[in-house]
C-alpha cells in the first residue's frame, strides 16, 4: 500500500462516498434490483395510497376553482397573489438543488454527488412540474393559460417582452425542458441497463424503447460525455438565471420591500437552500427504505448540511441586508415596510421564519447535529417551512402595506387556498414514489466509474 | 426486394476481464492496422477513444462535433429570441409602455439567454443522439448473448467485417491472440 493522498477520507476521518467491497456487478445488482426484482412492499403501496389520495386532492380543487373561479380562495385586491404566487416561488426554488448537484458540483469534480444526482434531478422535475401548476391557475381563465406563450393569434395580439412575468415563463419552461433533457441523458446507459437486466417483455420492450440502443461503445461514450459536461455547463447560468427572474417578478415591481437589487442573489441563494433541505428531506427516507446506506452515506448527508449552513447564512445576509438598506435610505416606505414585518399583523409570519431559516440552522455548526439523521430530518422540513414562509413574507406583507393606506388590506387563506397547497405535494410524492419503482433512482453507470476510480486508488 | 432473409458477417467480439485491459487491446488492434473496431464498456473509460486512435491529434475534431454543433444551437437560439422580441415589440405589436423605447434592447436579454441555453442544449443532445445514430433499435450485437454484460460488468471488443484488412479466421485469431475470451462472430440476420 502506497501513502494515502493528504485528502484521502481516511485521513480527513470523513466517511466514504461508497462504503468499500462493491465492484460493477454488485452495484449494478444493488441498484437495478430496486426496480426490476424487488417486489412491491406494503410500505410503498401505502405511501403512494396515501399521496395518490393527495393528489386526487389538487384535482378536485382544480376543479373547483374552474366550476367557481380565483374568487374560492382569499385574493382580493390588494392581495391578487396570495398562495399561488407564494407556492409557486416555493416549489420551483426547491428544483434549484437537483441542478446545483448535477450540475455544478459536476463541473467541480465533486464525486459525492453521484448517487444524490440522480433522484435530485428528478425531485427538479416533479418540483417545476408543481410550480408550473400554480401561474397556469392563477390566471383566472386557466384555459387560456397558453396566452401566456407568444403564438400567432388570430387577434393579432403579441406578449409584450418589457415584462418580467412573460422573462418567467421562458424561463420557467426553458428550465423544466433542460433539466428534463439532463436528466434523461443521464438515464440512458442505466435504462440499457435495464433492458437487458428485465426479465420480462414489457419491461424489455419499454426500457429497450428508451434506451433508444444504446450498448456503451466507446464512441458513444465519447460524444455522451462531452455533450453531458456541455448541459451541466449550459444548465450552471440557467439555474441562476431561473431564480434571478423570478426574483425580477418582485424586484422589477416598485412595491416597497420588492424593489431591491439583493433579490437575485439571496433568491438563489434561498432556492438552493430550500432545494437541499428538500433532497435530504426525500434522502434519509429512501436511504432507509432501499437500505442504500452503502451509497448515500453520512458523507452525503454532512455535506448537504454543509451546503445549508452555508446557502443559510447567504439569506441571512440577505434578510439583514433588506432591513438595512430600508433604515440606509431612508426611504419612508420601506422603513416602514420595515415596521409592519416586525410589528404588523403578520409579525407572528416573520418571526417564525426568523426561527426556521437563520436560527435553526445554526445547530448545523455543530457535528453530532450534522450527523445525526434524525436532527438533519427535522431541521430539513423545518427549513422548508421556513423557505415558504419567507415567500409568504414577501408576497403577503408588501401587498398588505402598499403606499396609500386606502390601498392597504388583510388576506386570509381559504380551504382552497390550502388543499390546492397540500394537493400539489400529493404530486410532488407521488411522482416520486413511481420514480422510484420505475428507474434507478441513483445513477448506475456513474456509481461504476466511482468503482473504477476507487479501485484504482487502492492499487 | 430480395426475398432472401438477410445473414451477413457483422464481425467478430472477444470479451476482457477490466478496464485496463480493453484499453491494452484497443491499442492493440489500432497498431495491427484495423479501422473498423469498437469497443464496448459499462462506463466511460478515460483515455479508451484515444487508444482507440479516435480522438487523437488534431485530427480528432472530427469524431466529435458535439461542441461545434452546441455552439451553433446556441447561437440560433440567442439571435432566434432577441430578433423575435425585436419583431413582436417593435414590428408586429407596437406598444408605448411608459414611453420607452420599442426596441428595449436590455429587457429583450432575459429571454434571449434563456433561448440560448436552449438552443445549445437542445443541439448537445439531439446532436449527439444523431452523431451517435441513436435510436438504433436493432443492432446485431445485441444478439451475442454475453453482450449483455456490456450494461453491466463486461468489457467487449468487436472487429467489423467492413473492415478492409478483416479475415474472419483471422480476426478471431487475433482477438484470442491478445487475451480475449469468449470470441464469437456476430451475424446481423433477420
Keep these: 500500500m502506497s501513502e494515502k493522498p493528504v485528502n484521502s477520507p481516511e485521513i480527513r476521518r470523513l466517511p466514504r462516498v461508497l462504503e468499500p467491497g462493491y465492484n460493477y456487478a454488485s452495484v449494478t445488482d444493488k441498484i437495478a434490483s430496486i426496480v426490476l426484482t424487488r417486489p412491491v412492499s406494503l410500505g410503498w403501496l401505502a405511501g403512494f395510497s396515501i399521496s395518490f389520495t393527495i393528489l386526487m386532492v389538487l384535482l378536485g380543487s382544480i376543479a373547483w376553482l374552474i366550476i367557481k373561479g380565483v374568487g374560492i380562495w382569499g385574493i382580493n385586491i390588494p392581495i391578487g397573489w396570495g398562495f399561488a404566487i407564494v ?24 464525486q459525492w454527488r453521484t448517487s444524490i444526482n440522480r433522484f435530485a434531478e428528478a425531485m427538479t422535475l416533479f418540483a417545476v412540474a408543481c410550480a408550473a401548476v400554480f401561474p397556469g391557475i392563477h390566471v383566472g381563465r386557466p384555459w387560456m393559460a397558453f396566452y401566456m406563450f407568444p403564438y400567432p393569434s388570430t387577434m393579432g395580439v403579441w406578449p409584450q417582452f418589457r415584462s418580467p412575468l412573460i422573462w418567467d415563463v421562458f424561463a420557467v419552461s426553458t ?7 439532463f436528466w434523461f441523458v443521464g438515464l440512458i446507459p442505466d435504462l440499457a441497463t435495464l433492458r437487458d437486466r428485465a426479465t420480462n417483455k414489457p419491461a424489455q420492450i419499454i426500457y429497450g424503447m428508451l434506451a433508444m440502443g444504446w450498448r456503451g461503445s466507446a464512441r458513444h461514450w465519447h460524444r455522451y460525455q462531452s455533450a453531458y459536461l456541455l448541459l451541466a455547463g449550459l444548465a450552471t447560468p440557467l439555474v441562476l438565471s431561473v431564480h434571478t427572474v423570478v426574483s425580477f417578478d418582485f424586484a422589477v415591481g416598485i412595491v416597497p420591500g420588492w424593489h431591491t437589487t439583493i433579490f437575485p442573489p439571496y433568491f438563489v441563494a434561498g432556492a438552493i437552500y430550500s432545494g437541499f433541505a428538500m433532497v435530504l428531506t426525500i434522502a434519509i427516507p429512501l436511504r432507509k427504505a432501499y437500505g442504500l446506506e452503502d451509497f448515500i452515506t453520512m458523507r452525503h448527508l454532512e455535506n448537504m448540511a ?31 415596510l420595515v415596521q409592519q414585518r416586525l410589528h404588523g399583523p403578520y409579525s407572528g409570519y416573520y418571526f417564525a421564519l426568523i426561527l426556521c431559516n437563520i436560527l435553526t440552522p445554526q445547530l448545523l455548526w455543530i457535528q453530532k447535529v450534522r450527523t445525526n439523521v434524525a436532527a438533519l430530518f427535522v431541521m430539513s422540513l423545518v427549513i422548508n417551512l421556513g423557505m415558504w414562509l419567507e415567500r409568504f413574507v414577501i408576497v403577503v406583507i ?11 388590506g388583510r388576506y386570509q387563506a381559504t380551504f382552497w387556498d390550502y388543499s390546492t397547497f397540500i394537493g400539489t405535494m400529493g404530486l410532488f410524492v407521488s411522482l416520486l414514489f413511481l420514480f422510484v419503482r420505475g428507474l434507478p433512482a441513483i445513477s448506475i453507470a456513474e456509481m461504476r466509474e466511482l468503482v473504477a476510480h476507487k479501485s484504482e486508488g487502492d492499487e | 426486394m430480395s426475398t432472401e432473409p438477410r445473414n451477413t458477417l457483422y464481425g467478430v467480439i472477444g470479451e476482457f476481464d477490466s478496464a485496463n485491459a480493453l484499453m491494452a487491446a484497443a491499442r492493440k488492434i489500432r497498431e495491427a492496422g484495423y479501422q473498423c473496431f469498437d469497443a464496448f464498456a459499462p462506463y466511460p473509460i478515460p483515455g479508451l477513444s484515444e487508444a482507440m486512435g479516435l480522438h487523437y491529434g488534431l485530427k480528432g475534431w472530427k469524431h466529435n462535433l458535439v461542441p461545434q454543433l452546441t455552439l451553433l444551437g446556441g447561437i440560433g437560439g440567442g439571435l432566434t429570441g432577441f430578433f ?22 436590455p429587457a429583450f436579454i432575459p429571454v434571449t439567454f434563456e433561448l440560448t441555453v436552449l438552443g445549445a442544449s437542445s443541439f448537445a443532445v439531439l446532436g449527439m443522439l444523431a452523431l451517435n445514430k441513436l435510436p438504433q433499435p436493432h443492432c ?19 472487429i467489423e467485417a467492413k473492415d478492409a484488412k478483416f479475415n474472419l479466421a483471422e480476426a478471431t485469431k487475433f482477438l484470442e491472440g491478445i487475451g480475449a475470451k469468449f470470441v464469437t462472430e456476430v451475424r446481423d440476420e433477420d
Design chain 1, 87 to 110: 407556492n409557486f416561488v416555493w416549489w420551483i426554488g426547491i428544483g434549484h438543488a437537483g441542478t446545483l448537484i448535477s450540475a455544478i458540483l459536476f463541473l467541480l469534480n465533486q
Design chain 1, 306 to 336: 454543509k451546503v445549508m449552513l452555508a446557502t443559510g447564512l447567504i439569506v441571512a445576509y440577505g434578510y439583514f441586508m433588506e432591513f438595512f438598506l430600508a433604515l440606509y435610505s431612508g426611504n419612508k416606505f420601506d422603513v416602514f
Design chain 2, 84 to 105: 423575435f422580441q425585436y419583431w413582436v415589440n417593435v414590428i408586429a405589436y407596437p406598444l408605448n409602455i411608459a414611453g420607452r423605447p420599442l426596441n428595449s434592447w
Design chain 1, 398 to 408: 408588501s401587498l398588505t402595506r402598499d403606499f396609500v393606506p386606502g390601498a392597504w
Design chain 1, 175 to 181: 428550465y423544466g425542458t433542460v433539466s428534463a433533457l
Design chain 2, 140 to 158: 446485431p450485437l445485441f444478439t451475442v448473448p454475453r453482450f449483455k454484460r456490456a450494461s453491466n460488468d463486461g468489457f467487449f471488443v468487436c
